[in-house]
């Protein structure tokens, strides 16, 4: 019994012996392919090759020479390399600093206390400084600067008096000393980072905008990874493009690349022949090549917005009538584009800024019910309503021209007769006889419901004055409320409130929000796609396994 229960000991030792080993061997195994793995990812980050040009065409079929953030066909992913903001989005939309080291709100919730960066300068040497910081968001509320003074002067102190000319300055605007910032609001508002991290925010150097002005804009200089180089031009010395080329003194990680080169002239053949890098995903041939695709959401909406001061649009029964005519899933399949790809939209708010969510249409095309509210408003097609600019601007002519045609078709089918108009400008909508539709497109700038009913819906937006003429107290009474509420889940409510409003009253019609699509050559590397899409895409990460 004894000598069976040493042999048992025994063999239960030498088991576990052997289990050990089996550990042992298991263990090194694992550690040594972490070892492999973290040099093999170690080697990787050695093989980032820097130096190169990259040539990217963009969404954009013009440029226009003057990269101005405040311009509304700026490519605000030009802008993103040159310029730079207090603070930004991240990939998953939180706020972060930029320029900005950190910042301090006061309890009450009222003053925002920004500490800068003190190694940051101007591509010409110029230090960044707080009167830049005021220097450059004073120049937003400044009329004639675009619609974007809408989001300070219910918020801000002093900013509605600057803005119409009684005060000099901005009085919530504060240089406390060379690199702290302060800003004071009339009330708390938890949207006000969202503001300041927006595009359209960026800061630029005092010195520059008080001696050029505009002339500024056309060779700018800012304080991002990227610095402006020189137009590309043709052999008509037109502006085609732009050149941009690295920041060797930047304050952060240097680029990778040595200059980027954006142009809407770029072709497909030089694509495909390796000349260029990134080209919109906009020929089937595409699907051929080894390229990589990259999809993203715009954030661009689409909408065809309504003459509401005239007659017969300034009737809400007329409007509707137009809805209910519309075949929206017809129009998106004639607006289709292989590089920009409609998604049918029933939301006035983009559905995916947080909080909100896609709605379904409550009907679908019902002529038979629109021609009903067309007689409850009053017109009988013996003696329909005259004729009806369709306006479409002349930079987006050729889509505008596809979806014209069978817009056409159905909005006859209720009395509305629709003629094209190709505009040069918004503004020239105001030289119009006629009652009008208009193709509109609007790309949310940060991600609030703000950032869409203020400046298209609300009374005294620069859009809505231009194009809809829409008045409703009720939006105006949300809005009110929206800024003095401090929840956000209750903020939210407010604005889902106020888009039944809308679509109550129909001012647009929602037709669709916009996908992009890139191609990208396979030896492009480092791409990250931000959440708000291509054009806040951060190219200093961009690198290519081969340097031309």
């Known amino acids: 019994m004894q000598r069976e229960a040493i042999s048992s000991i025994l063999e239960k030792d030498a088991l576990m012996s052997l289990i050990t080993k089996k550990n042992f061997f298991k263990t090194s195994l694992v550690f040594f392919l972490f070892l492999v793995l973290s040099v093999a990812g170690?080697?990787?980050?050695?093989?980032?090759?820097?130096?190169?040009?990259?040539?990217?065409?963009?969404?954009?079929?013009?440029?226009?020479?003057?990269?101005?953030?405040?311009?509304?066909?700026?490519?605000?992913?030009?802008?993103?390399?040159?310029?730079?903001?207090?603070?930004?989005?991240?990939?998953?939309?939180?706020?972060?600093?930029?320029?900005?080291?950190?910042?301090?709100?006061?309890?009450?919730?009222?003053?925002?206390?920004?500490?800068?960066?003190?190694?940051?300068?101007?591509?010409?040497?110029?230090?960044?400084?707080?009167?830049?910081?005021?220097?450059?968001?004073?120049?937003?509320?400044?009329?004639?600067?675009?619609?974007?003074?809408?989001?300070?002067?219910?918020?801000?102190k002093g900013a509605k008096e600057f803005y119409e000319g009684r005060e000099t300055g901005v009085k919530g605007f504060s240089v406390r000393d060379n690199h702290i910032f302060e800003i004071e609001l009339l009330e708390p508002n938890p949207s006000f980072l969202s503001i300041l991290a927006a595009p359209f925010c960026k800061i630029f150097p005092q010195?520059?905008?008080?001696?050029?002005?505009?002339?500024?804009?056309?060779?700018?200089?800012?304080?991002?990874?990227?610095?402006?180089?020189?137009?590309?031009?043709?052999?008509?010395?037109?502006?085609?493009?732009?050149?941009?080329?690295?920041?060797?003194?930047?304050?952060?990680?240097?680029?990778?690349?040595?200059?980027?080169?954006?142009?809407?002239?770029?072709?497909?053949?030089?694509?495909?022949?390796?000349?260029?890098?990134?080209i919109p995903y906009y020929s089937p041939s595409l699907s051929r090549t080894e390229c990589q695709v990259l999809e993203s959401d715009s954030f661009q909406l689409l909408y065809l917005g309504f003459s509401c001061h005239r007659s017969p649009f300034d009737n809400p029964l007329v409007r509707k009538a137009a809805s209910l005519a519309i075949d929206k899933r017809h129009l998106a399949r004639t607006y289709f584009t292989f590089e920009t790809m409609p998604q049918v939209l029933n939301n006035i708010i983009h559905p995916r800024l947080p909080g909100f969510f896609p709605l379904e249409a409550k009907e679908d095309r019902n002529i038979n019910e629109a021609r009903s509210l067309m007689a409850q408003a009053g017109y009988i097609f013996s003696r329909p309503p005259g004729p009806v600019d369709f306006c479409v601007l002349k930079k987006d002519r050729w889509r505008g021209e596809r979806i014209y045609w069978p817009l056409k078709e159905q909005l006859a089918e209720i009395g509305l007769d629709i003629r094209l108009k190709i505009i040069s400008s918004l503004k020239n909508v105001q030289s119009l006889k006629n009652p009008y539709l208009i193709l509109f497109s609007w790309t949310i700038d940060f991600p609030d419901p703000e950032n869409i009913v203020r400046p298209l819906f609300s009374l005294n937006a620069e859009i809505n004055q231009l194009l809809f003429h829409y008045k409703s107290e009720t939006v105006e009474t949300l809005l009110a409320l929206s800024e003095r509420e401090k929840s956000w889940g209750k903020r939210n409510e407010i604005f889902r409130q106020i888009e039944a409003q809308l679509l109550k009253d129909l001012p647009v019609i929602p037709l669709f929000s916009l996908h992009q699509r890139l191609a990208v050559q396979r030896y492009v590397r480092g791409i990250k796609v931000p959440a708000l899409g291509f054009s806040l895409m951060d190219m200093s990460l961009v690198w290519k396994e081969e340097v031309r």
């Open 42 to 156: 170690y080697s990787q980050q050695e093989k980032v090759r820097t130096g190169g040009t990259l040539r990217v065409r963009t969404f954009y079929q013009g440029l226009v020479p003057s990269l101005d953030p405040v311009q509304p066909d700026c490519d605000l992913v030009i802008l993103d390399q040159i310029f730079e903001g207090l603070i930004r989005f991240n990939s998953s939309l939180q706020i972060v600093p930029e320029l900005a080291d950190y910042w301090v709100i006061s309890p009450e919730g009222t003053k925002y206390t920004f500490y800068l960066k003190k190694n940051v300068r101007f591509h010409h040497g110029h230090p960044l400084t707080a009167r830049d910081v005021k220097a450059s968001l004073e120049r937003l509320i400044k009329p004639g600067r675009g619609p974007f003074y809408a989001y300070f002067i219910s918020k801000v």
């Open 207 to 278: 010195d520059l905008l008080d001696s050029q002005d505009k002339n500024f804009f056309y060779r700018p200089s800012g304080t991002g990874p990227f610095k402006f180089a020189y137009w590309l031009r043709d052999s008509r010395l037109r502006i085609i493009g732009v050149r941009l080329e690295r920041n060797e003194n930047y304050y952060g990680p240097k680029p990778h690349l040595e200059a980027i080169e954006f142009s809407s002239t770029f072709t497909l053949d030089q694509f495909l022949e390796r000349e260029v890098d990134i």
